[in-house]
């Protein structure tokens, strides 16, 4: 005679209180295995019922969500899709899963008992698409693959996609004119690690990103971007325009008609872009940058950089107009030779700095001081004056000082009374 399970009794008790439960109503069934237990008098041990659920009796009568927690949701057998319509065993299959998020519908499934993963990758699809998830948790759409992942875990796409949009609303609000749009690669934040080809393109991709800007390409990370909202601005901008000039700028050709500058925008950013290079207060709001020629009555537009023009004088200058000192910085007369070495450094400094700001042919002395941490001010500046006088650069008035920030102020230049900060560079 074939010996009794030890803990046959047990798993007909379970049973028989799990059918009560049922009787009594939603309110009470499913429940989890554990408070099943307590409802026994007396309580069996935690050891006993993980036991007693692995009886053949309670296998084939009842579904155990996860087998080897005690505090497992579980029904009738005959309650299966129930059970895998109760939220919390969505809750617990988050706990218990073992690949990193994001996830799809079967991924949760896997450490769930084998006949409750149809239905309960059957809820969660249903879950998804009805947008009725625990508030816990988030969607996202990867191609055409819609994936789950926790509120407070997730992925890099959504993380550096978020993250992007805020500094873009940082940068709109507060920051000094001429850092808004900006390009994507230049708004990501400096503590993150900089994106894959395949995670960018992600990020570019990811919907929450993509409906609230305006872009000039919208998957190329370094064309600048602004909110929807603020397409007339975005038209507007020296960013936007220096970049359409610089695509399509060749080392014979530095100037173009509007059609041509606009032939590969998307509506409605093609349109705005148009009406104002084609409007005819636009010399009152042209950037200082930008010019334009009218050729068989079209403008053709270029930057003020690229036209040709007789180089000043190397000689130096007269002492009546010779620029004073900056406060901060002493030029001595017997230092005034150019090294070689340091304008083939700035130039790269320049050229650098310039792409990662959108090519508007203006960079800030505070980023140029920084790529330069082994000469002190006396010695930056005594070089870049040389520069200037040369003919090679030259330095613009900062838009409004009081709007400068400690670092920009300490950065700047002090001349006559003036405050210049941002460095451009002469073109012949």
């Known amino acids: 005679m074939a010996r009794a399970h030890p803990h046959l009794e047990l798993a007909h008790r379970l049973l028989e209180r799990l059918r009560e439960r049922k009787s009594a109503g939603n309110d009470f069934?499913?429940?989890?295995?554990?408070?099943?237990?307590?409802d026994l008098d007396p309580t069996p041990g935690i050891d006993a019922v993980r036991q007693a659920a692995q009886v053949p009796l309670f296998k084939r009568s009842a579904?155990?969500?996860?087998?080897?927690?005690?505090?497992?949701?579980?029904?009738l057998a005959e309650d299966r899709d129930l059970l895998a319509q109760h939220p919390d065993v969505l809750i617990d299959a988050v706990v218990n899963c073992r690949v990193a998020p994001p996830w799809k519908p079967n991924d949760l499934a896997k450490t769930l008992a084998t006949p409750l993963k149809k239905p309960f990758t059957a809820e969660v699809q249903r879950r998804i698409t009805s947008q009725a998830l625990p508030a816990s948790l988030e969607t996202f759409a990867r191609g055409r693959t819609i994936l789950v992942y926790?509120?407070?875990?997730?992925?890099?796409?959504?993380?550096?996609?978020?993250?992007?949009?805020?500094?873009?609303?940082?940068?709109?609000?507060?920051?000094?004119?001429?850092?808004?749009?900006?390009?994507p690669r230049v708004l990501l934040p400096p503590d993150a690690e900089p994106p894959s080809a395949k995670?960018?393109?992600?990020?570019?991709?990811?919907?929450?990103?993509?409906?609230?800007?305006?872009?000039?390409?919208?998957?190329?990370?370094?064309?600048?971007i602004a909110f929807a909202d603020d397409l007339d601005r975005f038209a507007r901008s020296s960013v936007v325009l220096n970049y359409l000039?610089?695509?399509?700028?060749?080392?014979?050709?530095?100037?173009?008609?509007?059609?041509q500058l606009t032939q590969?925008?998307?509506?409605?950013?093609?349109?705005?872009?148009?009406?104002?290079?084609?409007?005819?207060?636009?010399?009152?709001?042209?950037?200082?940058?930008?010019?334009?020629?009218?050729?068989?009555?079209q403008r053709w537009f270029f930057a003020l950089s690229d036209l040709h023009q007789r180089r000043p004088s190397p000689s130096v200058p007269a002492a009546a107009t010779r620029p004073a000192p900056s406060p901060e910085t002493t030029l001595s007369p017997a230092a005034s030779v150019l090294s070689e070495d340091f304008r083939q450094a700035?130039?790269?400094?320049?050229?650098?700095?310039?792409?990662?700001?959108?090519?508007?042919?203006?960079?800030?002395l505070v980023d140029l001081r920084k790529a330069f941490p082994y000469l002190d001010r006396a010695q930056f500046d005594q070089q870049l004056y040389e520069l200037r006088r040369a003919g090679w650069y030259r330095i613009k008035l900062a838009e409004t000082y009081g709007g400068l920030s400690a670092e920009e102020q300490q950065a700047a230049i002090h001349e006559n009374g003036e405050v210049l900060l941002n460095v451009s560079r002469n073109r012949p």
Not at 29 to 38: E, I, M, N, S
Not at 351 to 359: K, S
């Open 199 to 224: 995670l960018w393109a992600e990020i570019l991709k990811f919907p929450e990103y993509r409906q609230q800007i305006v872009s000039l390409d919208l998957d190329n990370p370094e064309a600048p």
């Open 63 to 75: 579904i155990v969500a996860f087998q080897d927690r005690a505090d497992s949701w579980v029904a």
């Open 346 to 364: 700035f130039d790269a400094a320049f050229e650098r700095l310039d792409a990662q700001h959108g090519h508007n042919n203006l960079v800030s």
């Open 245 to 259: 000039l610089h695509r399509l700028r060749k080392t014979d050709a530095h100037a173009f008609p509007v059609k």
């Open 264 to 297: 590969k925008l998307k509506p409605p950013v093609k349109a705005a872009i148009t009406a104002y290079l084609q409007a005819d207060d636009i010399c009152q709001t042209l950037p200082e940058q930008m010019g334009f020629v009218l050729i068989s009555q």
């Open 29 to 38: 069934y499913p429940v989890r295995l554990d408070r099943l237990a307590r």
């Open 150 to 183: 926790p509120k407070d875990r997730p992925p890099a796409v959504v993380h550096l996609a978020r993250r992007l949009l805020q500094r873009l609303h940082h940068e709109r609000t507060t920051a000094a004119a001429g850092r808004y749009p900006a390009s």
